[in-house]
């Protein structure tokens, strides 16, 4: 497949094409042949190539022209840079070196915002390797901003939807350089075509100080370097880390969830899956599920979510999390009409069908927690996530069967409910919620130890990010509280318990989210323009 | 109702605001920014002067280009211009004529406005005579309404106090050209920088303030290998980084510098006897001058090696074609204008001028400060003319058909001595034409002082509040770039043509019609413009007042130079024979003392205060401000300081710190730590009002030019805490 450009540029002269230039530009019915060297290919794309930038340091000035070419080209608004100038400094006075580095979207060979994304909105084109986004097809789960190691995808709140640097393909396939190459004063930034299988084997070139490790994802951006530099550079931009969204849908939904599957596989181990408990546990899994749904930019499109199980953990999360509603809907219905005796069904299949719904609620919480285990996002990257997930199941499922059924023996009490006979008569062991407490406490006691002794800086960025004035507290009451959560059952307090545990799971998990210090490249001193 | 449903569930994306389409000049683009008909221009923002293409659908400007066949830019544009069009429709434009009643602003027509105004006026200048009324212009203007202006302001209100901001800006290159060559003029042009051997940046950041020259560099680099480009500053700004050798000049170390390598080159006979004989004067004495000025001593002073300093002397001296290239390091000093001269002393002895990439070159401040050197009427008498000069009164007397005594025959006050005449009470009524002093001027408490001590401060300007326009009796709205028609003249003496994109908002008219205005008030109009209507009528005009003069307009019409893409008065450059316009045709050599700048640090104040700019913002801010994208870029100002004085005042990056000096505090900066300055000095960028850096800048002012020293002062920086004290 041939694409215009490359037609033209055959046609051309080789190393340059020619342009044309308006000598008078009311009437343009008298061009001027200009012959000007190319910053974009002058020769057609063969099979196992693909497009990228070069970001020449050498030439760099920091201008930023680049960043708001970019923005006027593709009618952003201000706080969205889609191509964003950092800096990079170091050395001694005089011997100070500071260098600019100008990144738009890598292009990479193993993207992780296509493999992450659960309604296939990226496509990696098969023509120009461009990383191609569909604002269309996006539902705005920003699965894929938490997915980037250069933090390249950009969330739109105004319309709902992520975007991202597309290379300017609308004018690299007219024949026209990208907005961002077009306007750098110093043609600091060009399009060259590389070879995708040698450049697997070696990308070293794509290295730079302040850029994440080229490796993950194989950036095919090419940076030149500055020769023979001994000096460190290193980013200016780290004292500025702000915390990131705190996510309140998911806070909610993930807790609420957990706390649904902990509670399901404690009521089933200790008899207790009676008919209010369930009903109580199936309105709080929707009032969840609904919950999450308000995370998405474009909510009414939720449904699109499950496209990619194939290769999705997010379309996973929300496959399973529907199966396990459907799970648990059956089983409360199969018990609600075993226990007003309208069929009789065998003990066992009865077990079974709830048995599955705590298998499904496990299943989609472990999915849950690997929608987190991102390279880009590193202190969610750790074992310490799903294992929180499960625990927080156990924490707060630990305790709260015992309060959902003192609700609901006030609810049966109602003289409209009392011939059903709906009291419960479960009892769950008090040391059981302690020994939750114990290990959920142990977990995040140990991640903060690991964060904080990290060789990784955005590691030890999120542990300083929790050590903040505004955050500290917080750190503190996600501490006390499980602790209290796993004491009050031994004086019967279980009511008590249940509040401290969700309180302890909701702090916890807000943390999870504001503290995580995403990779990125190196931004400004005043992180302008970043979002 | 509806839709926000719709948007809330994201079933509206907004996808209509975000389509693109194509544009049949540019390209495939987002469709907001396809224009239905382009207009060609040039820059409003710095002297650059980069020539322009702004595109414009439904009356309204939707995005701007750099001009492909404009030979200043070649199509390329800086993060302002890139974004230049925003500003016309930004919110914060001034809209309304407003008067102060019972302490506030309130709208009023702008009859009543000028009525007022001219009364308020007359009422001043009857009691305390006609120069009571101090007028401070800008270079924000077209060239026509300079010279429009500065009849108004000496012949219509008689007043000779009247002087433009580009004296906090250029004063001192203005002063310097005139001591060395007789006259002002850059005599250079931007294509030295491509074709020189060395070139040589003293205090000038041109990556930052003028990027667009930048690419001169790189296309010497590209066909001159073997060319050199030096930079000298204090700090390791972006230039210093582009630059094969980077002399990291103590403050005001510059003329030392400049004296030594002239002693160097006499001393090795690396100069140019032949031109020094035929085309100076005063050689022997400035030979025996410089002689002190030893690599022994200079290191000394600048802090340089001697080795260094010999390498750059030989350089220099070696060069085929050598280019010297400065901005506001040599400028913002009481020695500023006497440093002027030491560069063109080096040029000089070096036969270094009026050839190909040969030249001593101030790169100016704004988009047309040269223009109002040209034709204003405020240091000089338009075209160049003198005050002292009977020859030159009586030219223009003739041209205005008046009486040649009614010219004045000495200049007025200049800038910072009418704002000290207006702390005094000699100044009574103050006009500012689009300047914003309370940001811009140093030692604020002085300026404000003068600003509440006049009896009536009009403020025109394209942008209202600013900080300065919260002071004013009188707001007139006036017109900005996008709106007028004219010319600027950019550093390399360029004329280029300036249109109107689209008209200006609300009530908000051009200085030029706001200057008729008033002269009808005052009735002069006929007499000074008669018939005019447009500022095609000043042109024509000024071309018969410019005509034989170095800056000639009458060479060229309107059309020519926009079609043209602007025309070089005097040609590629001046001086090409030699000849220079002074009273025995030869260029004067300067014998220039080094002194230390004015206020030292001690212990107390035991560090030097720098300002500068950054290039997403322009001077004030009153404009870039308004641009989302660029505010955006860089919201807030910083204060930059070694990490070998922050580990002794023991401060972590980002503290909010004050920078404390003998006149006041500027409160709750952000700390940032860096080898971008070096041990004992500090630096700030100076566009931002709500951490004023001229709070804490010296009111001293070069003798010669009167422009202040910005650069250098003493200050100590302490942790901010919020409780005042």
Known sequence: MSLPLQELAESATAESIVRMAFADLGQPSAPVATVVTSLIPSRSLEAGEQYRFHFDMTKCIGCRSCEIACNEQNGNPADIHWRRVGEIEGGTYPNTLRHYLSMGCNHCLDAECVKGCPVDAYTKDPV??????????????????????????????????????????????????????????????????????????????????????AGHTISTTRITLPLNSTTQLERVDTGRIQPEHAHLSLVFMTTLIQSVTGSLLFALLFDGAQPMLLALLLVITSIALNISVFHLGRPAYAWRAMKMWRRSWLSREVLLFGLFFCAIAA????????????????????????????????????????????????????????????????????????????????????????????????????????????????????????????SLFEDRAAAALMNTQDLRPVVIASFALPAAAGLLP?????????????????????????????????????RGGAH | ????????????????????????????????????????????????????????????????????????????????????????????????????????????????????????????????????????????LVTEEFYTLGKLVQLGFGSRNYDGNTTLCMASAVSGYKLTFGSDGPPGSYADMETADVILLIGANIADNHPILCQRLERNRINNPDSTVIVVDPRVTKTAMMADIHLPIKPRGDIALLNGIAHLLIRDGHIDRDY?????????????FVAEFTPEHVAQVTGLSE?????????????????????????????????????????LITGNIGRAGAAPFSITGQCNAMGSRESSFTSALPGYRKFEKPQDREDLARIWNIDANRIPTARGLAYPDIIEAAVNGKVKALWFIATNPVVSFPNYSVLVQALESVDFLVVQDGFHPTPTSEFAHLVLPAAIWGEKEGTYTNSERRVSKVNPVVVPPGEARTDFDIFLALAEKLGVREELYPGWQSTHDAFREWQRVSEGRMCDYSKFTWQQLEDEGGAQWGGDRLYADGVFPTATGKAALYSVPCLPFVEQPNEEYDLIFNTGRTVEHWHTRTKTAEVKMLDNMVPNAWLEMNPIDAARLELRPHDRVNVVSRRSTVRDIELRITGIVAPGQVFMPFHFAETNSNLVTLGAFDPISREPNFKQCAVRIEKFSRTIT
């Not at chain 1, 739109?156 to 939807?161: D, I, P, S």
């Not at chain 2, 001296?317 to 002027?340: D, E, P, Y």
């Open chain 1, 128 to 213: 120009t390797g461009i990383v191609l986004h569909s604002a269309t097809a996006c539902i705005g789960c920003q699965y894929c901003v938490w997915n980037c190691p250069y933090s390249v995808p950009q969330f739109n709140a105004e319309r709902g939807v992520v975007g991202k640097c597309d290379m300017c393909h609308g004018r690299l396939t007219d024949g026209r350089e990208p907005a961002c190459v077009n306007s750098c004063p110093e043609a600091a930034i060009e399009i060259e075509i590389v070879n995708t299988a040698a450049w697997r084997v070696d990308y070293a070139a794509a290295e730079s100080p302040g850029m994440p490790a």
């Open chain 1, 331 to 454: 089983f409360t219905f199969a018990v609600w009409l075993q226990h007003l005796r309208l069929i009789v069904l065998a003990p066992p299949l009865l077990a079974a069908i709830g048995w599955m719904a705590v298998a499904l609620g496990i299943a989609g919480t472990i999915a849950s927690a690997y929608i987190y285990l991102v390279p880009a996002r590193p202190a969610w990257n750790m074992a310490h996530t799903p294992i929180d997930f499960l625990l927080s199941g156990l924490l707060i499922g630990s305790t709260l069967p015992v309060t959902l059924d003192r609700i609901a023996g006030a609810f049966s009490r109602l003289a409209l409910l009392q011939p059903f006979h709906l009291q419960a008569t479960a009892t769950y062991p008090h040391w059981l919620p302690g020994l939750a407490a114990v290990a959920w406490i142990a977990n995040q006691t140990v991640r903060l130890v690991r964060l904080n002794r990290s």
């Open chain 1, 490 to 526: 031994l004086c019967g307090a279980f009511t008590f318990a249940t509040l401290a545990a969700v309180a302890a799971v909701i702090l916890a998990r807000y943390l999870f989210f504001v503290s995580v210090v995403p990779l990125n490249m190196a931004l400004t001193f005043t």
């Open chain 2, 1 to 140: 109702m509806w839709t926000r449903i719709r948007r809330a569930l994201g079933i509206d994306t907004r996808q209509s605001e975000y389509t693109f389409e194509h544009d049949p000049r540019f390209g495939h683009i987002a469709a907001t920014r396809v224009a239905d008909r382009w207009v060609k221009t040039t820059c409003g923002y710095c002297s650059v002067g980069c020539g322009m293409l702004v595109g414009v659908k439904d009356n309204k400007a939707v995005t701007v280009r750099g001009n492909p066949d404009h030979p200043v830019n070649r199509g390329k544009l800086c993060p302002k211009g890139l974004s230049e069009h925003h500003i016309l429709d930004a919110p914060g434009r001034a809209k309304l004529p407003l008067l102060r009643k019972n302490g506030k602003l309130v709208p009023v027509s702008w009859d009543e406005a000028l009525t007022v105004m001219i009364e308020k006026i007359s009422v001043v200048q009857r009691r305390y005579g006609n120069d009571a009324l101090g007028v401070i212009s800008t270079g924000q």
């Open chain 2, 276 to 288: 020094i004989e035929r085309h100076t004067t005063g050689f022997e004495e400035f030979a025996a």
């Open chain 2, 307 to 347: 080795e260094t300093i010999i390498n750059t002397a030989y350089l220099y001296g070696k060069a085929k074609a050598a280019f010297i290239g400065w901005t506001m390091g040599v400028n913002h000093s009481t020695q500023g204008a006497a440093t002027v001269t030491a560069i063109n002393n080096l040029s």
